[in-house]
Every structure is written in C-alpha cells, then in structure tokens.
C-alpha cells in the first residue's frame, strides 16, 4: 500500500476509535493495532498524536461536509426543506447509534478546547465552516421568502449549530432521541415563523 494510502487508513481506524472513546483515551499503538501498522511506524506518517488529531479533525470535517453539501446543496428543492432533510439525516444516524456517539466534532471541543490549543483552535475553523454552509442555506431562504427578512441568517446560523450541538450533547445523556427531535422541531417552527 502507498505511503498515502496507509496514512489515510490511519486516519480512517484511529478516527472511528477517537469517535467511540474520546482522543485521549485513544492511544497510538491501539490505532496502529486496529489499523494493522507495524509498532514503531506512527511517526513515519505523523510528527506527533497533535499532528494525527488535526487529521482526524479534517477527516471528519470533510466527512460532515460531504454531508451537508449533499442536502443543503440540493438547489432542486426549497432550502428550508433542504435544511429539514439535514436535520432528518442526523435523526436517523444518531438512532442507528443508540443515541451514544453523537457529534465527532461536537465530542473532540468537549474534550479538548480547554487543553489543548492547537486542535482547539482546527475545531474553531471547521466549526466556521459549517456554520457558513447553514447560512448560505438560510441566505438563500430570506431571498425566496421562506423566512423573514429580518432574521439575521449569520445569527440564526449560529443558533442552529450551538443548538444542534447541545441537543446532540443531551442526547448523549438521555440516551434518547428526544432531545434532538425537540431542536428540530423548534428551529423549523422559528424558522418558518
């Protein structure tokens, strides 16, 4: 296998590990143990588990982003449905889970914004990015009318993703469904308002 294509079957392994267990938790040689790696190769690919964090954080950003582009791009139907198809997605995925992972994004800022700088600050910039996506999205619903022109689509973009993260985060701890499905519910509702 190339040298990328192993480095990216690190990512893949170790992210799915950070996803479960937290980064902390996640030793290197338990992500070259699942990543089938030989000992001692770890930092022939990465300088450091910092540098192998910001991998894993642009990993699950790109998949996200794949995501979101996939429903909020969707120009064949009104944005706000768009928006609500993004919603119904996660509903289903975080119900396939039992409602125990949640968010990889939402779980590594728990868990590392207060400690560690570098990858606080990767989380920062991927979390703009999201929240650009939903603005655009909602930019382009004040444009059609769908939701009022004084909503300022930077706030609610905002608002969706903090509240999108907390209800994930409780969730978690309800291990229930219900706390997203009530954000859902109650964005839509503001929204069409």
Known sequence: MARKGVREKIVRKGADLVHAQGFNATGIQQVLDIAEIPKGSFYYYFKS?????????????????????????????PPLQRLEKLFEYYEQEFENSGCTRGCPLGNLALELADTNEKLRKHLSGVTKDLIDRIESCLHEARLEESISPEKDTRDVAHFIFHAFEGAVLNMKVERSIEPYRSFRRYVMDYLRK
């Open 49 to 77: 588990k910092d540098d192998f964090g910001v991998s894993v954080i642009d990993y699950f950003a790109a998949n996200i982003g794949e995501v979101f582009g996939r429903f909020l791009g969707d120009k064949q139907i």
